[in-house]
């Protein structure tokens, strides 16, 4: 059975809530170039990192071996996507404490 990388990807961003922060992600990379929001730069590196890891051709087992030559690419987007949606929440409730600073605390209801 041969897995595309883009089969792969799909599957690695099933992490709940990942295209419904896309977003958000784009106001968080905005507001901290911009110097307001403040983040580590390990949390912007590994996405960065591994989104250029897997789109690279160059990996370190090779694709041409079925199933396992795709697994590098998804233990990557493993870990570097709830690393990125982890980050994204923070900053989403600090989005929300800036619009309304009377908030002190919140708790995300499914």
Not at 55 to 84: E, K, T, V, Y
């Amino acid at each position: 059975m041969k897995y595309s990388r883009f089969k792969l990807a799909q599957e690695a961003i099933k992490h709940k809530g990942f295209l419904q922060k896309i977003p958000a992600t784009y106001r968080m990379f905005k507001y901290w170039r911009s110097g307001e929001y403040q983040m580590k730069l390990i949390d912007v590196l590994v996405p960065a990192l591994a989104l250029i890891y897997v789109i690279s051709p160059i990996d370190f087992i090779p694709d041409f071996f079925p199933f396992i030559g795709a697994l590098d690419d998804l233990a990557i987007l493993a870990l570097a996507i709830p690393m990125l949606m982890k980050e994204v929440d923070k900053f989403l409730f600090w989005e929300s404490q800036k619009r309304n600073p009377e908030i002190q605390d919140a708790e995300i209801v499914e």
